[in-house]
C-alpha cells in the first residue's frame, strides 16, 4: 500500500513530466507548421 507522501511524490513527478511532454508537443506542431508552409509555397 502507498502512502500519502509517496502519491504526492508519484504527482510531482507526473506533473513535471507532462509539464515537459507539452513542450514536446508544441515544438513538433511548429515543425509540422513550417513543413506546411513549405510544401504550400512550392505548390
Known amino acids: 500500500m502507498t ?3 509517496d502519491l504526492d511524490t508519484l ?3 507526473l506533473s513535471v513530466k507532462a ?3 507539452i513542450y ?3 515544438a ?3 515543425v ?7 510544401w ?3 505548390a
Open 24 to 26: 514536446f508537443v508544441l
Open 3 to 5: 502512502t500519502p507522501l
Open 28 to 30: 513538433a506542431a511548429f
Open 19 to 21: 509539464k515537459n511532454g
Open 32 to 38: 509540422w507548421l513550417a513543413i506546411t508552409l513549405a
Open 11 to 13: 504527482r510531482l513527478d
Open 40 to 42: 504550400t509555397l512550392t
